[in-house]
């Protein structure tokens, strides 16, 4: 069993920059990392994901260019840096992990954190 605990969130203005972090409780190694939001009434959305140890990324497209994954694996922890935010990215965010590959579906996702909630004020 992993556990993963996200954490950064808050309230922001529309331009501003957050930085979220996930830590995983074990099994850091071989593990590809996807951060996920979901809005109220809204299907559960990909944001970015990471492989290990950290060579190779994916991004939405509705944030690419403006949110940046990565990770430290001495510390199990991988973030999300968001920048330019919108209001459009108001969500709870959530980060999961998988053993197998380099994904942006949920399905391929097998732990999942609690999420943390990112809200951006127009």
């Known amino acids: 069993q992993v556990q993963l605990v996200e954490s950064g969130g808050g309230l922001v203005q529309a331009g501003d920059s957050l930085r979220l972090s996930c830590t995983l409780s074990?099994?850091?190694?071989?593990?590809?990392v996807g951060w996920f939001r979901q809005a109220p009434g809204k299907e559960r959305d990909a944001v970015a994901a990471?492989?290990?140890?950290?060579?190779?990324?994916t991004y939405a497209s509705s944030v690419k260019g403006r949110f940046t994954i990565s990770r430290d694996n001495v510390k199990g922890m991988v973030s999300l840096q968001m920048d330019n935010l919108k209001p459009e990215d108001t969500a709870v965010y959530f980060c999961?992990?998988?053993?197998?590959?380099?994904?942006?579906?949920?399905?391929?996702?097998?732990?999942w954190g609690q999420g943390t909630q990112v809200t951006v004020s127009s």
């Open positions: 990471i492989s290990w140890p950290g060579t190779r990324t």
């Open positions: 074990a099994r850091t190694v071989n593990s590809y």
């Open positions: 999961a992990v998988n053993y197998r590959t380099l994904s942006l579906s949920v399905h391929d996702y097998v732990y």
